[in-house]
């Protein structure tokens, strides 16, 4: 049983377009989300986070926004740059977190 | 910098024989843990420690062990790999003290033959 759901296994995006990744999750206790970011043969780097309390959360190019009423999270980067291609997880909890299985984004110059 | 140090970051070890894995970091978080991600698939929590105290996952096999000898340090025991055990094992920080976001090494890949 998927707590956290990532529907879109891949996605491609042109350089310089948004690119938006997607993540529902199915415990509404979830106060805490995270997205990560993974290259190849390397462990995940934190990217930005969100608590319950907020709905929308920035960071340069990055901002992540939360639906709770939906149980929905997503991820917009813009603009899209080739160093974004890698694979984007989501992750819930705090104590502990639980992963969804991931979206691989490739930018194309 | 401070970080999350894993080796080796390749690991092949034989069916049945015993291997440890390593993790050591220079952050002084409080709280370490183990993942397992096998391929196309979310990193899945082994167990973790809030300082000493070790916190086990209920489905975490008994062939998975792991010790925290000091803060800065922590190791996955895997008593007999099984050929189902072949994965990348993740290790995390996170200072309960600081925050709530886990920082990940890099990971050691582990196959088994």
């Known amino acids: 049983d998927q707590q956290v759901k990532q529907n879109s296994p891949s996605l491609s995006v042109q350089e310089g377009r948004i690119s938006i990744l997607n993540c529902d999750y199915t415990?509404?206790?979830?106060?805490?989300f995270l997205w990560y970011k993974k290259y190849p043969a390397e462990g995940p780097t934190f990217l930005i986070s969100i608590s319950s309390i907020k709905d929308k959360n920035e960071d340069g190019r990055f901002t992540v926004f939360l639906n709770k009423s939906a149980k929905h999270l997503s991820l917009h980067i813009v603009p899209s740059q080739p160093g974004d291609s890698a694979v984007y997880f989501c992750a819930v909890g705090y104590e502990k977190l639980t992963f969804g299985t991931g979206t691989r984004l490739t930018i194309i110059p | 910098d401070a970080m999350v140090i894993q080796n080796p970051r390749y690991q092949v070890t034989q069916f049945g024989k015993p291997v440890t894995l390593s993790c050591s970091q220079t952050l002084n978080h409080n709280v370490m843990y183990w993942y397992q991600q096998k391929s196309s698939q979310a990193p899945k929590l082994l167990f973790h420690?809030?300082?000493?105290?070790?916190?086990n996952e209920a489905d975490t096999p008994d062939n998975f062990q792991s010790r925290r000898p000091n803060t800065s340090f922590c190791f996955l025991d895997i008593r007999s790999p099984g050929l189902g055990d072949a994965a990348m094992y993740l290790c995390a920080t996170r200072d309960d003290q600081g925050g709530r976001t886990q920082y990940f090494g890099p990971g050691t890949r582990l196959l088994v033959l």
């Open positions: 415990n509404s206790m979830f106060d805490y």
């Open positions: 420690y809030y300082d000493k105290d070790f916190n």
